[in-house]
């Protein structure tokens, strides 16, 4: 089916002023769907992101996934001037958001109570720490700062070694929070003609994927950290092959006979009284283990993985980065897409929601201030004006 020639959120004004991974992440979301996202940055040296590193020919990793389809205008905000052109900018979009430092937007006069009586179809999305109160209203927070507290960093990583995730989950988490509750908004607008006032802390986000682990902790004792095997069912991890290693998930007993009959060919393993529940083989999982890996003891990564699937058990093998790029199922999927950038054209991933007849956006990814000069003409400002600022080094 051809593509559609108007996205999503075409028409739909995002005003950034945002920083690092998490708002980022949000906004480049809403920006493969359509929406306008201007992105405020510094003058000269932009988000401090641009700056983690010089990996992708000189960019930074980190801005090169997270700001792709975006204008950057800069602006010194404690300037003369900056106030007239947030006015200008704000009175014409539908969103803005910002991730700052606690209390930053307020001395700014950004805050939602100044903003939404003044635009009052604005729809004001702030991220922080841990929220706007408590005890830990005030205190910076950085991903793995939100791991620890959350208890993430205590149920991950090996017995002996408690670890952070390999990833920036609570940045990822706290942006989707904040893409989908802008889109909620939106949707709410829509009914009330108002905005409204969104507020997402990476504690909380982070929080509510730890959900399981709290209950199973009120339940009876926190999960143990089990590397890359699951704390509470078994058996479902990482085993030892001949020649590397395969990991695979057994979740009901079914599932349990078929494997010991026909993966590890011990069917007297599956009437085994210490292994005949979920509850069985996690009390059991040390003699268990032993059992699978020597059977596994002879057999190559492949043979095993080609008993699962002929088992219909799950399996995957455990790639590398390297080899995650190279997987056939992004190629068979046609996922990878080339992004321009300024720096040239760079390889980027579709975005995980395919929608029938949409193509996203994707579009460069921009430099330092790219977009200043045409925004600030287009928001009325006349080129004496521009030039005069420009001088000034408000952008």
Avoid: C
């Avoid at 004001?124 to 993430?152: I, R």
């Avoid at 904040?178 to 829509?190: E, F, P, W």
């Avoid at 009120?218 to 479902?236: D, E, L, Q, V």
């Avoid at 921009?366 to 000034?392: C, M, N, Y």
């Amino acid at each position: 089916m051809p593509s559609v020639t108007k996205l999503p959120l075409d028409g739909i004004t995002v005003v950034a002023l945002e920083q690092a991974v998490a708002v980022p992440f949000a906004t480049r979301q809403l920006a493969d769907i359509g929406a306008r996202v201007i992105k405020i940055e510094r003058p000269v040296h932009g988000d401090f992101a641009r700056g983690y590193d010089t990996t992708v020919h000189g960019l930074a990793s980190h801005f090169v996934w997270l700001n792709r389809s975006k204008e950057s205008l800069t602006l010194d905000l404690k300037k003369p001037g900056a106030e007239d052109v947030l006015d200008r900018l704000l009175a014409r979009a539908d969103v803005f958001v910002q991730n700052l430092a606690p209390g930053a937007a307020d001395r700014l006069g950004l805050s939602a109570d100044r903003l939404r009586p003044k635009y009052p179809r604005l729809i004001v999305s702030s991220l922080s720490g841990y929220g706007s109160t408590g005890p830990y209203a005030t205190k910076k927070a950085y991903d793995l700062l939100a791991q620890a507290e959350t208890g993430l960093v205590s149920i991950t990583g090996t017995a002996d070694t408690p670890s952070k995730v390999g990833l920036s989950i609570a940045d990822i988490a706290g942006g989707m929070y904040m893409y989908s509750g802008v889109l909620t908004a939106l949707i709410q607008r829509q009914q009330t003609g108002l905005g409204t006032t969104l507020e997402v802390s990476l504690f909380e986000a982070l929080g509510e994927w730890m959900g399981y682990a709290m209950y199973y902790t009120m339940g009876g004792t926190p999960p143990a950290r089990t590397g890359a095997r699951h704390a509470t069912i078994a058996p479902y991890g990482s085993y030892r092959t001949a020649d590397g290693q395969v990991l695979f998930g057994i979740h009901n007993n079914r599932e349990w006979a078929t494997f010991a009959t026909d993966v590890i060919r011990r069917p007297e393993l599956a009437g085994d009284p210490r292994f005949a529940a979920n509850h069985l083989r996690v009390e059991h999982r040390v003699a268990m283990d032993a059992e699978i890996e020597q059977s596994f003891r002879t057999l190559s990564t492949a043979e095993v993985l080609e008993r699962l699937d002929a088992a219909q058990i799950a399996n995957a093998r455990i790639n590398s980065v390297e080899q995650f790029i190279a997987h056939p199922q992004l190629a068979g999927r046609d996922a990878w897409r080339q992004v321009s950038s300024p720096v040239g054209m760079l390889p980027a991933l579709v975005p995980p929601v395919r929608m029938e007849a949409v193509e996203p956006a994707m579009r460069p990814i921009p430099a330092v201030g790219e977009h200043s000069a045409a925004i600030l003409a287009e928001l009325g400002f006349d080129q004496a004006t521009i030039s005069r600022w420009k001088t000034e080094q408000l952008f």
